[in-house]
């Protein structure tokens, strides 16, 4: 199953779910919402019964979850560029709902910082309140996988030993557009991620090579927080990101950024200098 | 003004303001929502036309914020005993609304950690939307100041560069049991601040030594993020933690921790065995 939040014009905001290529709307405000009713499968699965949408224009997937938690350190190759060591635990750091933006949104820098970077990713929505919870509760509590890019903001990320002021600058982060259920992906068993500047690859890996997989992630932090549906886990970047560059490359205003999750399709991005949007330059 | 979040058998949870020594009820859920009212001070003003309660029982002053962001080492004592040197910028770390807990609710530990810590904080509660302020907005945003005692389980905070899962176990970090106005307090020109375990005094310290203080803490975080009212960020511990004694000591089944804060008051929170309360031993 896949599913979606979507804007039209008659109904502003709502879920969606794909059947059969159509995309049907759902009487909830967005898949956030809908993963909150424990009847989710179900009331996706009555939506065949209706008109399907003339025009889908996908937004932001998850609109006000309650935590979104983020791993980082997590591929081989990224932990090697950066010169750490393969970590004991995963490394974790948060974002806010509001950090978050449509997977075709505009992400706008400004003079705050010019070190903006990529973190292409695999995002999990959890479909069920998980605590304190062993694998198989995991594993069963995830909705499913969606795409997210982690865009970091470097100077302000690494001013000091917790990273979260660059990790949360608002409207950086997109996710979506489609949330793919775990019967149709696996990442464990491993699908391909990957991350474009203006149609040039500037990362490439597979999930089968994360440190800490999805599910484990989930578990982990379920022993110290409660999730609940409609919070994200974003479960870290693969080797490339532009920090790590000889010299360093960073986004900048005009470049468009692709990010790749086989079996679940591609966010894209254009960076655009918000002084220069709003007329000030 | 001082306003609290009171329990009362007839209404449930409710925001109260203190009028001439009494509790006057607010008909608002919480200290939170009565924020997110604009005209917050004049509702206020208003109960006093209200018959005041006759019990009160105070809960954790702001139940449901949409972020709690916390300062680390920003007292110098503190900074030093951890063998660190004086940062350039604040150092931000997350908690959860379900990290927060009343000021006077039981503490449970369990055996996820033996590493309990405490670190007696002053803490902001946010009175109006703030982004990109300069100092005097954010002075403006500040609706007040309160007691929170930022509980870290040592071990899980340290296990890698993130200190965030060892700061957001759930209902650990006691907050209430007043919201003081800065018409009635004045952090930085210096209040006391202190933390006393089974009646020993661990940590004494004095705002007016802050590093970073609170008007200049929410100036810098909204320069990434918004902050709401409602919202809560926590400045910083003094000197005395447990861990950094010889040999480190940590809260066990029994301890009775009091935290206080000259003209705000004092949380006090029994430290109980989730298990022992259980019957599981």
């Not at 990790?167 to 949330?179: I, M, N, Q, R």
């Not at 491993?190 to 994360?210: A, F, K, R, W």
């Amino acid at each position: 199953m896949k599913l979606a939040t979507v804007i039209d014009a008659e109904h502003g905001t709502r879920a969606a779910v794909d059947i059969d290529g159509a995309w049907h709307p759902l009487p909830y405000g967005d898949v956030g919402e809908l993963l909150a009713d424990p009847a989710w499968t179900d009331a996706a699965a009555a939506a065949a019964s209706t008109e399907p949408l003339a025009d889908v224009v996908f937004t932001t997937l998850v609109t006000a979850p309650a935590k979104v938690i983020c791993c980082g350190h997590n591929y081989e190759e990224h932990i090697r560029e950066l010169g750490n060591e393969i970590p004991e635990y995963p490394t974790l750091f948060p974002k806010y709902a509001d950090t978050l933006t449509g997977p075709f949104d505009d992400i706008l820098i400004d003079d705050r910082s010019d070190k903006v970077d990529w973190e292409a990713e695999l995002a999990v929505v959890i479909g069920r309140t998980v605590s304190r919870a062993d694998k198989a509760e995991a594993a069963a509590a995830i909705a499913g996988y969606t795409i997210a890019n982690d865009i970091s903001i470097r100077d302000w990320q690494r001013r000091n030993s917790q990273w979260m002021p660059g990790k949360v600058f608002e409207a950086t982060t997109p996710l979506g557009p489609v949330l793919v259920t775990p019967d149709e992906i696996d990442p464990l068993s491993g699908v391909d991620i990957s991350c474009e500047v203006n149609g040039e690859t500037v990362q490439h890996g597979n999930t089968s090579t994360l440190v800490f997989d999805a599910v484990t992630i989930v578990a982990y932090i379920s022993q110290f927080t409660t999730l609940h549906a409609g919070d994200v886990v974003l479960t870290g970047t693969p080797g490339g990101v532009g920090a790590a560059m000889t010299p360093p490359r960073y986004l900048v205003d005009g470049d468009i950024l692709t990010t790749t999750i086989e079996g679940i399709g591609s966010t894209v991005n254009n960076i655009r200098n918000a002084a220069a949007k709003e007329g000030k330059n």
